[in-house]
């Protein structure tokens, strides 16, 4: 029995408690699913089943939601409100972090101390004052209202800082000998250097704002711009008459463009925390 | 007035003075090698000169027309950075053609540069390559060729050969100076290796300290250092040093006593009036013949005497180190068929090519006729 060797025992643990904590994690999702694709009443019977028993029962819901609530519109809206807080977080985020990390201008220490500062406080303490600077800007209930308090991150700022630090500044003066003008500079070299911080703050950026419940709920009181969080949030409210199975279709529908995102961007997911030292 | 002037030029970051009142000619087409100790503000000068610094006083003057308020790209300067700076995200082609790409010149125009370029510089069949994908020495060449397509009155090299190898370094500095035989473009270059500054330059430029210490063609920045500095960092092995006093003073004829503890010495030379007390006598190492044992030394030569430390064979010959007996360091450059037999060494010199100085480090010339 030479050459076979048992893999050491704190490999065997590791991964049984890697598969148990997985297996937690999975189980609320696959819960779900086993709920949806079910006869209607069958999951909660005295006889509950761990997999799915009907397919098209499942399709009829998904089908009644689409068709008999505002499902389609919200994700509309949360898609908007995503895309454009993205573009919005990335466009100003990258600007300033250029001029904070490669340049000096009077002044700068101090704004970016305040900018950091930001970071410190807690969005429960800033959400009312944002809240009534939108109010008086006529932006309840609109799509500005809804991305605009959201687009300067200084989260975002502070990361995008950190990766422009890294550009050479001969590369930059380079440039500037070269000819190139300053937005040029921040177009051609500068942004380009940081594509890989950009694509990880865009993903960080949509998987707050898809999650982001509590903003949309004050600023949006309106059914027509209700994001897919706020729906979901109509299923599960204790009035509702909607019965269970419903409901999970709702949170279902709510959680596949997340599940199917993270899917696609795994690996540039877990890079992304490690390399920003926060959860999402 | 000269191609590229720079007048009284002085340059401070905050209290610290890194340029002092430099002043220089530089004429069209001409290779101008800027070397010196690292931190003396031989970069500092040359992104003056580009404009990627601002001047504390002084102006900076090409082809007449004061550059201090133009913008860098409109200079007609070129830079070469000693990190290469290239784009990562660009190819070779279009790091190359950044410049002209930057002021939206037509592609064909833009092709036929670029080309032209890569032709001279050899870079053809890496056009379509990154940065990562190429050695050392071919990101030189394409930090040349971003250069080059921009048809600059005035090229600028900082150090950008040390990163390279001792033999592609080599290779590189006869790459350099054929191009600027084909070019014919003003090179301004800076280094802090002197062996590579006298290799290449028509006009050295040695700085020390913000000051530029002397300017002019190196073998005769060799023979005719303006002070001490000069000397002592152009030519390896070093010019050796050797404290004496002045005795006695008259036309042709300066009496040294205490040369390297107690010798005395005769130099052919008539100084100016009223020197006296401590000097310094330099000699080239190769000036210095080892005696053989009990050997009588030549009429008039300078005689010294020490302790061998250490010995270089390098094949051709040796270098020989020595202390004589106050503590002075001397080298000397014996050839291969020349006996050097330890521990005590006998060398003689002639004293025709000793260089003076005095305490304050500035050259003592002979007056009148001789030249020295
Ligand atoms: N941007 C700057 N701010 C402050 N000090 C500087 C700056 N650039 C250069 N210096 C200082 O000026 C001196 C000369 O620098 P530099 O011109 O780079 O020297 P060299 O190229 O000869 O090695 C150094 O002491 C350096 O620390
Ligand atoms: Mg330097």
């Not at chain 1, 250097?193 to 898809?210: P, Y």
């Not at chain 2, 260089?355 to 006729?369: C, T, V």
Request: aromatic fraction near 8%; charged fraction near 15%.
């Amino acid at each position: 029995m030479t050459g076979m060797s048992l893999p050491p025992i704190w490999t065997i643990l590791k991964w049984a408690l890697a598969l148990s904590i997985a297996a937690v994690a999975l189980f609320p999702i696959w819960w779900m699913v086993n709920v949806v694709f079910a006869l209607p009443g069958e999951p909660v019977s005295l006889n509950p089943r761990l997999w799915p028993t009907s397919i098209p029962a499942g399709i009829d819901k998904i089908r009644l939601i689409l068709t008999e609530t505002d499902f389609l519109r919200a994700y509309g809206i949360s898609l908007l409100y995503a895309v454009l807080t993205i573009a919005g977080v990335l466009i100003i985020g990258s600007l300033a972090a250029f001029e904070f990390a490669l340049f000096d201008f009077p002044g700068r220490k101090l704004l970016f101390g305040i900018v950091m500062l930001s970071l410190m406080v807690p969005t429960a303490v800033t959400i009312i004052p944002t809240y009534l600077l939108t109010s008086q800007l006529g932006w309840l209930n609109t799509m500005q209202g809804l991305v605009i308090p959201g687009v300067a991150s200084a989260f975002g700022l502070f990361m995008l800082i950190q990766f422009m630090r890294a550009i050479p500044m001969d590369m930059i003066e380079a440039a500037r000998l070269d000819g190139a003008s300053h937005f040029q500079v921040y177009w051609h070299v500068a942004l380009p250097l940081c594509s890989n911080a950009l694509v990880t703050l865009a993903i960080l950026t949509f998987m707050q704002t898809w999650g982001n419940y509590m903003w949309p709920l004050i600023v949006s009181s309106r059914p027509e711009m209700y994001t897919v969080g706020q729906v979901v949030g109509l299923f599960n409210s204790p009035l509702s008459h909607q019965t269970v199975d419903t409901v999970m279709t709702a949170n279902l529908l709510a959680a596949i463009p997340p599940l199917l995102f993270f899917l696609i961007f795994q690996r540039k997911i877990v890079e992304g925390i490690a390399m920003s030292g926060t959860k999402g | 007035m000269a191609f590229l002037d720079i007048a009284a030029v002085t340059k401070s970051f905050g209290a610290q003075g890194v340029l002092k009142d430099v002043n220089l000619s530089i004429e069209r087409g001409e290779f101008v090698v800027f070397v010196g100790p690292s931190g003396c503000g031989k970069s500092t000068l040359l992104r003056i000169i580009t404009g990627l610094e601002t001047v504390t006083s002084g102006t900076i003057s090409i082809e007449g027309e004061v550059m201090n308020d133009v913008e860098p790209a409109r200079r007609g300067t070129a830079m070469v950075f000693q990190s290469y700076a290239l784009y990562p995200h660009m190819t070779t082609f279009q790091n190359v053609s950044f410049s002209l790409r930057m002021a939206h010149r037509a592609r064909d125009v833009i092709v036929d540069k670029v080309q032209k370029a890569a032709a001279i510089l050899q870079l053809d069949k890496l056009l379509e390559r990154k940065p990562g994908q190429l050695s050392g020495g071919q990101k030189q060449r394409v930090a040349i060729g971003r250069a080059i397509v921009r048809e600059p009155r005035v090229f600028l090299f900082d150090e950008p050969l040390s990163n390279l190898d001792a033999e592609l370094r080599v290779q590189m500095r006869a790459e350099l100076m054929e191009l600027h035989r084909r070019l014919g473009t003003t090179m301004i270059y800076v280094t802090h290796d002197q062996v590579e500054a006298m290799t290449l330059a028509d006009k050295m430029v040695v700085m020390h300290a913000g000051r530029v210490q002397q300017a002019g063609k190196p073998l005769d920045l060799y023979d005719d250092p303006d002070n001490r500095f000069v000397a002592g960092f152009v030519g390896s092995p070093k010019m050796n040093f050797l404290p004496a006093r002045v005795q006695s003073s008259g036309p042709n004829a300066l009496g040294l006593a205490g040369v390297g503890g107690a010798g005395e010495a005769t130099l052919p030379f008539t100084a100016p009036p009223g020197l006296a007390g401590p000097v310094e006598i330099g000699l080239r190492p190769e000036r210095m013949r080892p005696l053989p044992p009990g050997a009588p030394p030549p009429p008039n030569s300078i005689v010294l005497e020490g302790q061998v430390t250490l010995v270089e064979e390098l094949g051709s010959e040796s270098y020989v180190h020595m202390v004589l007996a106050d503590g002075t360091p001397v080298t000397l450059r014996a050839g291969r068929d020349e006996t050097v037999e330890g521990p005590s060494l006998r060398v003689a010199a002639d004293p025709r090519h000793a260089l003076l100085f005095g305490p304050d480090g500035e050259r003592i010339r002979s007056q009148g006729g001789s030249k020295r």
